[in-house]
Structure formats: C-alpha cells, structure tokens
C-alpha cells in the first residue's frame, strides 16, 4: 500500500473516532446530571461465516472465512464491537503458482448506525443499515504449494496490524434475532504487509470477506430493551407527547359551588350553602338516607329510639362491661382461627416474587418476610402456610420442583433471620398452576411465594421427584 494510502486509512480512522471521544467527557459535577433517554440495553453477540479473498499480486480463489463478535450500544447511532476470524485464502496463477495462506485476526470496531439518523414514528427499526472503521491484529502464515518462478515463496507466521472498514445491513427478525450481511476490507500493514499471497511486487494486500450474520441480543428482556441501534431515538420523546396531547385539560369549574371542583364532584346539583363531603354529596351523619339538610334529626338515624339520660342516673354501661364485651370478642376472633375458613385464617399477608428460574430472595422482599415474622411474634399461636409457585416457562416437572425450592428459601429466610421456629411453617408447593396472571410465558407476577394463616389440617408437602436435564427441556 502506497503512503498516500496509509495516510487516508489513518485520517478516516480518526475521523470517526475524535468525535466519539469527545462525547465521553463527564459532565462539570457542580451542574445537576441531565435527563438521559437511553435505557439500559443488551449486549450483542454474534457468529459469522462467509467467502474470503485477497485483493493481491497473483489471482485468487475465493475460500471460507468465519468467526464471532461481540456487539455493545454506545447510544443510539454508535457502537463498539470486538471481533474475531479465521479464515483460508487461495491463490492460484498459472505464472505465479499456487499458494494457501491461513489467516487469524482480532479487530476493534466503531460502527455507525447509518438509518438510525433518519426519526420516525416506529417503536423499533426493521433493518439497521451500518458503517464501520477499525484495526487490530492479524496472524498469517503462507504455504507455496507450486513455485514455477522464484518470487512466490512460503511465509512463516507473521503478525502485522490492519484497518478494518466496511458495510452492513441487518434485519430484525425479534426482539432476541437479527440476520445481518456484510462485507468489509481489511488492509494490512507491516514489513510483511505485501506478502499475505507469498509474492512481495506492488502495494500492500488487502483481505475482503462477506459473511453471513446470526445476531443474537443477551440479557434480561424485562429489564434491558434491546441494542440501541434497533431502539428508535425519538420513541420516549415520541409517547410523551402523546401522553400530553391526550391528557385531559385541568378544568377547575365549580358549578354548584360547593368547593369541590366539577372534576372530582359526584354531584353537580348540591343547593348553595349546604355542607357536602369532600366527593361533593350532601352530608347525610346518621346515615339514613336522608341528607342532613332535608332531616329533621340529622344525628339520629330514622326508627331510632332515644332515651336521654337524666343527671344522677346509673350509667346504662359501665366502664368494665366495655373492656369486657372487647375481650369475649376478641377471644372469640382468636379462637375461630382454628375453624374452617373463619377469623385469623383471612388476613392479609404479603406476597413476595423471584427473578427467572430462580429461587434466592430479592432484598426489595426482606421487608415484607420481616413484616410476617412481626406479626407471627406478636401471635405465637397462629402457624403460616408458606406456598410457592412459578409461571408456564419450563416444564410441569422442573417447576413443581422450582416453586417448591423458593417456598423453602422463603422458609429458610424466616427461620434464619428471624427466629421462627421451623414447626410454625408448613410448606406447600404448587408449580405452575393458579397463576395469577394468565399467561404462558414468562411473568413476574406468576413467580411468587403466598402466605396464608394455616388450619389444623395444613401440613408439610413432600419433596417433589427430583427432575432430570429431560424435564428441563425447553425450558429456560
């Protein structure tokens, strides 16, 4: 390769690269962090096979080539990529002989989301038509198979560095696969930089390689949106405004004039200067029907006897018969826990959730297993039914034993950290079935462990069959 070459390789380089440096300087720490509309997103990973050739000084024959890449989103126009290949170039000229050179290189690569320039309204791109630029390492070694004149000549492994520069065009296919096509040069440089064919006679050679593409996005799907480059860059401003066009203006009329505006009033109709409550119907305090203003005893509801109790009479109720009539009832209450589907049985106790085929509790859970080793302290009679589920994903099999895993972590957790006594849990499990969001496929809401008040019939499940790589089978 000519220095005139060398230099516009280097400044085209450049060229791409200043800009992005400069977008990587922080901000001034005393200004507050703007507003940024890149979400976290998912890696790139990549395999690649094609057709390889040397734009050299004896003719070739075009071979196989392949390789891998690793992708990343600098935002929603660049990205970086690290790249491998391998790759087998022929030669064979009837003056110059035949030769085959094999080749191995690694590259680092910026690349230039093309159409990612262009706004519209779609969510996601269909294609992502690319450009890039970039260098690394190349490994060869030149084998002379025929010699009929003396300046073909075997090359012993040789490393050089190379410019990389190219184009491509993907095609989305989900969101976890894209089909990619894509052809690049690879000028190489170096003391050997000629010899990539065995023969040593103009410029530098130059690698080109077309390949096929299977593009692969890694990560969480619902916690990482896909790689920026298919992400359109104007889709959050896009739903905001939206958002806002569709909003419902702020109307703050009062037609009755009751202090509640006509937004929130149930009742637009209210006669001026009666009270109202704060949903804008008149007041009704005895709860008869009839609101305080139309009522002749507004405090005492209709039917009702009253009996006014005159200075110096026994109080109807004394102070003890309350704190009594309290006790019975709460005894009562207590007691019906042990009953079939009555008291204590119903309360309230909170829900935890678990990542994807996974049974370790999450930190933002800690406080709700604290909350039911609270309230099992402060009723040392009362047990807990701890029951795990998970969502449709993987087999009846392997879920039976996943949900019965996280109902002994759970379990664990509260034995553990907070003392509860083992016999005061009886664990159940239940895989799959009673989702509680009806779905086939992978929800949060599904992955849970329940708690309940147990009866006098709850007792531990036994541990399910333990599943073999079959039953995990297209699964996770």
């Known amino acids: 390769m000519t220095n005139f070459n060398r230099a516009f390789f280097l400044a085209l380089s450049l060229g791409f690269l200043l800009p992005f440096a400069g977008t990587s300087q922080n901000?001034?720490?005393?200004?507050?962090?703007?507003?940024?509309?890149?979400?976290?997103?998912?890696?790139?990973?990549?395999?690649?096979?094609?057709?390889?050739?040397?734009?050299?000084?004896?003719?070739?024959?075009?071979?196989?080539?392949?390789?891998?890449?690793?992708?990343?989103?600098?935002?929603?126009?660049?990205?970086?990529?690290?790249?491998?290949?391998?790759?087998?170039?022929?030669?064979?000229?009837?003056?110059?002989?035949?030769?085959?050179?094999?080749?191995?290189?690694?590259?680092?690569?910026?690349?230039?989301?093309?159409?990612?320039?262009?706004?519209?309204?779609?969510?996601n791109r269909k294609t992502n038509l690319y450009g890039f630029v970039g260098g690394g390492v190349t490994r060869f070694e030149v084998d002379a198979i025929k010699k009929p004149?003396?300046?073909?000549?075997?090359?012993?492994?040789?490393?050089?560095?190379?410019?990389?520069?190219?184009?491509?065009?993907?095609?989305?296919?989900?969101?976890?696969?894209?089909?990619?096509?894509?052809?690049?040069?690879?000028?190489?440089?170096?003391?050997?930089?000629?010899?990539?064919?065995?023969?040593?006679?103009?410029?530098?050679?130059?690698?080109?390689?077309?390949?096929?593409?299977?593009?692969?996005?890694?990560?969480?799907?619902?916690?990482?949106?896909?790689?920026?480059?298919?992400?359109?860059?104007?889709?959050?401003?896009?739903?905001?405004?939206?958002?806002?066009?569709?909003?419902?203006?702020?109307?703050?009329?009062?037609?009755?004039?009751?202090?509640?505006?006509?937004?929130?009033?149930?009742?637009?109709?209210?006669?001026?200067?009666?009270?109202?409550?704060?949903?804008g119907v008149a007041l009704d305090s005895d709860n008869d029907g009839i609101p305080n203003f139309q009522d002749d005893e507004p405090y005492i509801a209709k039917g009702k006897r009253v009996i006014i109790q005159q200075p110096g009479d026994k109080p109807f109720t004394t102070e003890d018969d309350v704190e009594r009539i309290i006790d019975n009832k709460l005894r009562e209450y207590s007691e019906s826990g042990s009953l079939s589907g009555g008291g204590i049985t119903n309360w309230f106790l909170p829900i935890i959730h678990f990542g994807i085929d996974s049974y370790k509790i999450r930190y933002a859970d800690y406080g709700s297993l604290a909350s039911i080793a609270k309230v099992m302290k402060s009723n040392p009679q009362i047990r807990v039914v701890v029951t795990g589920f998970t969502d449709k994903t993987a087999s009846n099999a392997y879920n039976l034993d996943l949900s019965f895993k996280r109902a002994k972590a759970a379990i664990d957790h509260l034995v553990t950290v907070h003392g509860i006594a083992r016999s005061r849990l009886v664990l159940n499990y239940n895989g799959e079935d009673e989702p509680l969001v009806p779905s086939n496929g992978s929800s949060v809401m599904n992955r849970r462990v329940e708690f309940r008040v147990a009866t006098d019939m709850d007792v531990d499940m036994e541990n399910p069959i333990p599943v073999t790589k079959r039953d995990r089978k297209g699964g996770y």
């Open 27 to 123: 901000e001034s720490p005393s200004q507050p962090a703007p507003y940024r509309a890149t979400p976290a997103h998912m890696w790139e990973f990549g395999l690649h096979g094609g057709a390889a050739l040397s734009l050299a000084d004896i003719d070739f024959t075009p071979n196989w080539g392949a390789g891998f890449h690793i992708r990343r989103a600098i935002d929603y126009v660049f990205s970086m990529r690290g790249e491998g290949m391998y790759t087998v170039l022929k030669f064979d000229d009837k003056e110059d002989g035949v030769a085959e050179t094999t080749v191995q290189s690694g590259s680092a690569q910026l690349l230039v989301s093309i159409n990612n320039l262009v706004w519209n309204n779609m969510p």
């Open 149 to 279: 004149n003396s300046q073909l000549r075997s090359v012993d492994p040789a490393v050089q560095t190379h410019a990389d520069f190219g184009l491509g065009l993907a095609f989305r296919v989900n969101e976890r696969f894209n089909l990619g096509f894509e052809t690049k040069g690879q000028a190489i440089f170096g003391n050997k930089a000629d010899l990539l064919d065995g023969v040593s006679r103009q410029d530098n050679d130059i690698l080109v390689y077309s390949s096929v593409r299977l593009n692969f996005n890694l990560g969480n799907k619902e916690k990482l949106a896909e790689p920026l480059y298919w992400v359109n860059p104007m889709d959050i401003i896009i739903q905001d405004i939206t958002e806002l066009k569709n909003r419902q203006p702020f109307d703050l009329t009062d037609t009755d004039g009751d202090g509640v505006i006509d937004l929130l009033d149930a009742d637009n109709n209210t006669p001026p200067g009666v009270a109202v409550d704060t949903r």
